[in-house]
């Protein structure tokens, strides 16, 4: 063990005291190293709950023999998911004819607004209401966790879908109890949830929970449940809450204990601990980073990055697109196989054929879609895909992802800033498609118009993103930040025409 820094001697002193305890690590504070010192503090017995099997394996070979490390799941397969073991890893059926089995006749059609709700979408959202429903914390299925489909999204159409879906929803849930014999493929989520619901006691002297901030509600309340007789311990990074979207929340704010802080960033240096803590200021997270000295991290163009990273999959090909038309060997973080899966679903709309992507699940045609992407604001993320198939085609998109090299063997990795959570490279670029936010249609003393306000989520994504880099980044498509009013507290936004900082760099020597 390395000699503790004085925020992680207040942090091991904290747990001694027996206090429950909430630990906000930002990027690169060595997280996994302050647990590993705050289990050898004591010879009591504890648990390590990690956020995935991998996690909790590498974990294993840190922490002290004090400390059995296993994720929640393999916790619920021990006393409840072993007796369903005659029905994991079924072959995979089509949700529609689940949704068969269930009662939802292969011949429904439902008019909801202007869209048509087939019976595979209909399967398709009875099956992720039974998902959401296993990472909530709720005891019974609500309306809520219908989920919203492309098209149909406002209150009054959803309400519709809603009626429609949970006589169905219920079914397969009550289909899921039987542990012999069943239709709704079973899978680890619902022996989890299953767990969950019998308020289970976990038996150790202490837990440690870690990346709290990307914890279900499901797995939150079983975590917090044990209060009453073991001591508790989240750590996390509140601002690298990124993953709402799917169900997590950040429950580190909620928690009751004593909240200490690991701040010192062992990864970079001060340039870009600077650069991190202008976008904590933007998300008023609860801490603020400090750089290593000794590292020298410089925030400047970077011609040939070790990694760019991308806000979504479509920015993530066409970085990819570029590379390979450049002749460079590219690694796509995750693999291609989800943006095979919108390529193809593209290519069955433009063939006049309704595709089963869930993202496209209501469009029964190309031109439909690139309606709606192109004038309903709630299709506006979906207007890059679109413009992606039309400039390049499918076939060239699906030739793009099959020249993919492994990681091991590229000269230059992507990936979409998610994916990129939890891994770190040399020098790094952010992609093009973090894109400013639409200005206000208010308008200042001069006429120009107002900046528009930075989405929360948008900042935290753009805070794990620029904190991968060790000793090089360029701003890239996030560089607008320089003229912002939010990334510049107190000072004024620039004229538009005039020239931002990035402007007067020179390109960097690498």
């Not at 010192?37 to 840190?62: H, L, P, V, W």
């Not at 750590?235 to 909620?254: E, L, N």
Request: net charge negative; charged share 25%.
């Amino acid at each position: 063990m390395p000699t503790p820094t004085a925020e992680q001697s207040a942090a091991i002193d904290t747990f001694r005291r027996g206090d429950h305890l909430v630990l906000q690590a930002g990027a690169g504070t060595g997280k996994t190293t302050t647990l590993s010192m705050i289990a050898a503090s004591t010879d009591r017995r504890g648990r390590y709950i990690a956020f995935n099997k991998a996690i909790a394996t590498e974990a294993s070979r840190k922490f002290p023999n004090n400390v059995l490390c296993k994720t929640m799941h393999a916790l619920a397969y021990a006393a409840v998911g072993h007796r369903f073991k005659n029905r994991m890893d079924a072959p995979r059926v089509p949700g529609w004819k689940i949704g068969a089995a269930l009662g939802i006749s292969i011949n429904m059609r439902v008019r909801i607004g202007e869209r048509n709700v087939t019976n595979k979408a209909l399967s398709y959202t009875v099956l992720r209401t039974v998902t959401r429903f296993c990472q909530s914390a709720d005891p019974t299925i609500q309306r809520y966790h219908v989920p919203r489909l492309r098209g149909i999204e406002t209150e009054h159409l959803h309400a519709q879908l809603v009626d429609l879906v949970l006589p169905y929803a219920n079914r397969a849930w009550t289909d899921l109890q039987n542990p012999d014999e069943g239709v709704v493929r079973f899978d680890h989520d619902h022996y989890l949830k299953q767990w969950a619901l019998t308020q289970p006691r976990i038996t150790a002297d202490f837990l440690l929970l870690d990346e709290a901030q990307d914890t279900n509600p499901v797995v939150e309340k079983v975590f917090n449940d044990q209060g009453d007789h073991t001591q508790l311990v989240m750590v996390g990074d509140s601002a690298q809450a990124i993953y709402g979207w799917r169900g997590a929340r950040d429950v580190m704010s909620g928690f009751e204990g004593t909240e200490r802080a690991l701040s010192q960033s062992f990864r970079f240096g001060p340039a870009l601990a600077e650069e991190a803590n202008r976008w904590l200021g933007i998300v008023d997270a609860p801490i603020r980073l400090a750089g290593t000295a000794a590292i020298d991290t410089r925030l400047e163009r970077v011609e040939q990055p070790d990694a760019i990273l991308c806000r979504s999959n479509v920015g993530a090909m066409l970085e990819v697109m570029r590379l390979l038309d450049g002749g460079r060997r590219v690694a796509l973080v995750g693999g291609g196989e989800s943006l095979k899966a919108l390529a193809r679903a593209a290519r069955d709309l433009k063939a006049g054929k309704r595709s089963t992507h869930p993202e496209l699940i209501l469009f029964d045609s190309w031109g439909e879609l690139q309606e709606y992407a192109e004038y309903d604001p709630s299709g506006r993320d979906l207007l890059p895909l679109v413009d992606l198939v039309d400039e390049h085609g499918v076939d060239v998109i699906l030739g793009a992802v099959d020249r993919l090299a492994a990681e091991q063997d590229a000269e230059i990795v992507v990936s979409t800033a998610h994916k990129a959570k939890g891994r770190e490279w040399a020098s790094v670029r952010i992609g093009e498609d973090f894109t400013e936010p639409a200005d206000q249609e208010d308008t200042d003393e001069n006429g120009d118009p107002l900046p528009g306000d930075i989405d929360d989520a948008e900042a935290r994504l753009a805070y794990v993103a620029v904190t991968r880099a060790r000793h090089q980044l360029d701003l890239g498509g996030l560089s607008w930040i320089n003229q912002h009013p939010d990334g510049n507290p107190g000072g004024e936004r620039p004229h538009p025409g005039s020239p931002s900082p990035w402007d007067l760099l020179g390109p960097s020597p690498s």
